[in-house]
């Protein structure tokens, strides 16, 4: 077993919640960063998800967040501190062969129910079909703005790898997927504490695109700021948008601020003064995920598009 994992908010956190005004709301739910065993109930529910969001590094060090997806049961709790993936990050997909002994951070959603759990830890072995995780952080967050969602196994084999595109600017088929897109995962990293994989969503088209890159009002959420503290110290991101009917998958990696300024201004859906800009480096797109949605429902309290007409 590692050693005793970092515990308690670290200063970027910190700073995000004094800027929001929130440290003091914040402080009451510290101790869910604490190290923890991955009880009966946390075990139970991982065991009946087919969904997994990935954060890690490539070969280059680059941040990038994938999918991993399989029947129920395919994540297992094997001890308290340890959780294995029975499934691969396939090949086209920027995190395939990942190496382990790097700090991974993982999100499990049921989207059928919305609920949702990260993970946090140590890769400590990556095979094709099998990645093995020991945790240091495992907690809850709340079921706000989860489109329901009912996905099952896809029904045909997954395509080969010919849709696969790399490169540094996207095509139009990219950037309809992004203004569509009520969903997506973002990914951030501390330099000492770890990655971290976050879900995100909202209405349609509130990922926005201008001739500055991508941006996104941040939502009123539990006030901890993980992915926002993480980004004050460190910039690095990654974005990763799923088609759920098609199986196609978009990889964004790049670099995030957030951006504060006057409440209630164009694009501030959540009405918080935040929206967070992303400027891309590098994209990738991948071919499957292997569940298809068959089933929809949107988030009954998305907060409306506030652009200007």
């Known amino acids: 077993m590692t050693e005793t994992a970092d515990a308690g908010f670290h200063p970027g956190e910190l700073a995000v919640q004094g800027e929001a005004g929130v440290r003091r709301e914040a402080a009451r739910l510290e101790s869910m960063l604490e190290p923890v065993e991955?009880?009966?109930g946390l075990a139970g529910f991982l065991a009946g998800q087919n969904f997994l969001a990935l954060t890690g590094r490539d070969?280059?060090?680059?941040?990038?967040t994938s999918p991993l997806a399989g029947?129920?049961?395919?994540?297992?709790?094997?001890?308290?501190?340890?959780?294995?993936?029975?499934?691969?990050i396939g090949e086209g997909d920027p995190l395939h062969g990942i190496a382990a002994r790097q700090k991974v951070g993982t999100t499990a959603v049921d989207f059928a129910r919305r609920r949702r759990v990260r993970i946090n830890g140590l890769l400590t072995a990556a095979a094709d079909d099998l990645l093995v995780v020991e945790v240091e952080q495992a907690y809850g967050n709340c079921p706000q703005f989860i489109q329901q969602r009912l996905l099952d196994p896809a029904r045909n084999e997954p395509e080969a790898v010919g849709g696969l595109r790399r490169g540094g600017e996207l095509g139009p088929d990219d950037l309809a997927l992004i203004r569509s897109?009520?969903?997506?995962?973002?990914?951030t990293a501390h330099p000492e504490?770890?990655?971290?994989?976050?879900?995100?969503?909202?209405?349609?088209?509130?990922?926005?695109?201008?001739?500055?890159?991508?941006?996104?009002?941040?939502?009123?959420?539990?006030?901890?700021?993980n992915s926002l503290g993480n980004l004050a110290v460190s910039p690095a991101a990654a974005l990763l948008f799923l088609d759920f009917t098609t199986g196609?998958?978009?990889?964004l990696s790049g670099t995030a601020?957030?951006?504060?300024?006057?409440v209630g201004r164009p694009g501030d859906d959540g009405h918080d003064g935040r929206i967070v800009r992303f400027e891309l480096g590098r994209f990738v797109t991948a071919c499957c995920l292997p569940v298809r949605e068959v089933a929809y429902r949107p988030y009954p309290r998305n907060p409306p598009l506030t652009d200007e007409r």
Not at 193 to 212: K, L, M, N, Q, T
Request: aromatic share 14%; hydrophobic share 40%; proline share 5%.
């Open 248 to 251: 196609a998958t978009l990889h």
């Open 193 to 225: 504490r770890g990655a971290d994989a976050s879900h995100r969503g909202g209405p349609p088209g509130f990922v926005r695109i201008d001739e500055r890159g991508l941006w996104w009002p941040d939502y009123l959420g539990n006030n901890m700021f």
């Open 59 to 64: 070969d280059a060090g680059r941040l990038w």
């Open 38 to 40: 991955l009880t009966y």
């Open 257 to 262: 601020r957030v951006e504060w300024g006057e």
């Open 181 to 187: 897109a009520d969903t997506f995962f973002l990914g």
């Open 71 to 88: 029947t129920p049961g395919f994540l297992e709790v094997r001890s308290g501190r340890e959780l294995a993936v029975h499934a691969g």
